[in-house]
């Protein structure tokens, strides 16, 4: 088993963004990548790719997301067979103060037949599907795949 690193992003929806694939590479370095919402729907779709994947066991990340109690940001595989989505973890939302905690999660894939293309890539999308807001903001300090 090992960790692989994301090799590129797309934001599809969302604010100006703040650093680059570079800012969630490398966990504790200080660099994080910030993405803010917007006010249409979705508010924020940020697609991370992955290449050179043989096996997905689990996904990694150190994220925020910063909003009102009534929004959430969902974590996404794409599922190549079915072309579209899947949900599979939803961020909860930090309010109040202090907002700068990140959560720490390792989710488990117990099956991932669906979710490598034939050519090895692999994509995870930070999806805020309702409405946005724009003075809310997702962080992200780390992600990766354990293969």
């Known amino acids: 088993p090992g960790f692989v690193i994301p090799a590129s992003l797309t934001v599809q929806t969302g604010g100006t963004p703040v650093g680059t694939v570079a800012s969630m590479q490398t966990a504790f370095d200080g660099s994080e990548y ?35 109690s009534t929004h959430y940001v969902d974590i996404y595989l794409y599922d190549y067979n079915a072309a579209a989505d899947q949900v599979i973890f939803r961020m909860q ?3 109040g103060t202090p907002t700068t905690t990140n959560e720490y999660r390792t989710i488990l894939i117990p099956d991932d037949s ?10 995870v999308s930070f999806i805020h599907p309702v409405t946005g807001n724009s003075s809310h903001d997702l962080y992200l300090d780390y992600i990766a795949l354990l293969s």
């Open 93 to 95: 939302t930090q309010t």
């Open 34 to 68: 910030n993405l803010p919402e917007v006010t249409g729907s979705p508010g924020i779709d940020l697609e991370v790719n992955f290449t050179n994947i043989k096996s997905i066991r689990g996904i990694v990340f150190a994220g925020r997301y910063v909003g009102s």
């Open 114 to 123: 669906n979710f490598i293309d034939g050519s090895g890539n692999a994509q």
